[in-house]
């Protein structure tokens, strides 16, 4: 296990990373630390459960990362499901976000509560493959829960109605070090 910690207004959250069975996720994430990518990095998503949307599987996480437009520009890595790893979504994961076409690169999410949709399998579709978990919130829980009932803006930057009420009205600013 690799500790590492994510700074934010609220406090800190400390981490410890599965370079064992996650090690091609936790090695991307340690490099995008030791290259500078997470500077400027902030938490700009939650979800919440209680939120709607259709047939879609609702969740409890916060996403952090430099954004959706700006995570373009590197290199998708190799998806490392939890059927593979033996990971799963735990209340305090850390796992990495993708698109099933797009892949994970700089965008990552913490669990609230126990989360097996993201797991690989779970769920039927585009999200069959599940999410790359690769670490643990050791302490801090509760600054991610503080974080997660922070403000929303109503209509989605994205223009999709599905995230609709789940970009935070002033993203938290994080650091991201080891």
Not at 20 to 45: C, S
Not at 94 to 103: K, V
Not at 153 to 166: K, L, V
Request: overall charge negative; glycine content about 10%; proline content about 7%.
């Amino acid at each position: 296990m690799i500790p590492a910690r994510i700074e934010t207004p609220y406090g800190v959250i400390e981490l410890e990373l599965d370079d064992v069975r996650a090690p091609i996720t936790t090695a991307n994430f340690l490099k995008l630390i030791d290259d500078g990518a997470l500077e400027g990095a902030d938490v700009y998503r939650i979800v919440i459960s209680t939120q709607k949307y259709g047939e879609l599987p609702t969740i409890d996480v916060i996403q952090g990362g430099i954004g959706w437009t700006r995570c373009k520009d590197f290199t998708p890595i190799e998806h490392e499901p939890t059927n593979v790893t033996g990971l799963r979504h735990l209340d305090g994961t850390i796992s990495m976000g993708r698109t099933a076409e797009f892949g994970a690169t700089t965008e990552f999410f913490i669990c609230i509560g126990a989360q097996p949709k993201l797991d690989a399998g779970a769920i039927e579709g585009p999200g069959a493959a599940g999410f790359s978990a690769f670490g643990q919130v050791v302490s801090g829980m509760d600054i991610v829960k503080t974080i997660q009932h922070l403000p929303t803006i109503h209509e989605s930057p994205t223009g999709e109605e599905r995230f609709n009420d789940q970009f935070l009205e002033q993203p938290v600013p994080v650091k991201v070090l080891r």
